[in-house]
């Protein structure tokens, strides 16, 4: 079946280092989403990615779509303490429903 | 956030007996979706509902059941809780899952003994 990975699982960072996760999917995908869940809470939408070679910004968070639309990745410049928590990726192809990537851990060292 | 609502959002319960978990909307979204989540492993669709009466399984279904008799309200139930089924369910709500986002409940932590 369609799956979706991410990478890297956990990542720690020291406050005002850069980070990236990246999310790749084994099928094309209609669009590709980005959540952020942060420790004990639910997962919060933060963008949508629908082109092939889309690249979004917001502040400082820069989300891609690949050419293919199998790849996308999420870079956050000068990670802050309110960056920790959890990013996930979703795929959607053309079905119902959605698949989650795993999942990347970000700490954040002050 | 949206209105979306999960209840109980806490439960602890026996192996063995019946769980139903209910998660409510206001948004008058089409598509709802049980999810679980375990470390390690992410979210992992459970079930998922296209309309009123019409389910289908995810990719967990096993051991669970649900149900939608009205837009609003989609029920998950494990017929007969097992300790694997310990985690944190979350509903999550959507008008069009090719051109929307999900938007999720609270979670409700099921704790099986």
């Known amino acids: 079946g369609q799956q979706v990975m991410q990478i890297p699982q956990y990542q720690h960072v020291q406050e005002g280092e850069d980070f990236t996760t990246y999310c790749n999917s084994s099928t094309t995908l209609s669009n590709i989403q980005w959540y952020k869940q942060r420790p004990g809470g639910h997962p919060v939408f933060l963008i949508q990615?629908?082109?092939?070679?889309e690249v979004k910004k917001q502040k400082r968070l820069t989300f891609q779509f690949g050419e293919a639309k199998k790849n996308s990745s999420l870079h956050i410049t000068a990670t802050q303490t309110t960056d920790v928590g959890t990013y996930f990726c979703?795929?959607?192809?053309?079905?119902?429903?959605?698949?989650f990537g795993t999942g990347t851990r970000l700490k954040v060292l002050a | 956030d949206a209105g979306i609502t999960q209840s109980p959002r806490h439960k602890v319960t026996e192996t063995g007996t019946p769980v139903t978990l209910r998660c409510h909307q206001t948004?008058?979204?089409?598509?709802m979706y049980w999810y679980r989540q375990d470390p390690g492993h992410g979210l992992r669709l459970i079930h998922y509902?296209?309309?009123?009466?019409?389910?289908d399984k995810g990719e967990v279904s096993d051991g669970y059941s649900v149900s939608r008799s009205k837009t609003e309200d989609f029920l998950l139930t494990l017929e007969s809780a097992t300790s694997s089924q310990t985690s944190v369910y979350f509903c999550a709500i959507s008008r069009d899952p090719n051109t929307d986002t999900q938007y999720f409940g609270p979670g409700t932590r099921l704790t099986v003994l």
């Open positions: 979703a795929g959607a192809s053309g079905t119902y429903k959605y698949i």
């Open positions: 990615l629908v082109k092939s070679g």
């Open positions: 509902s296209y309309g009123v009466k019409d389910t």
């Open positions: 948004e008058n979204h089409r598509y």
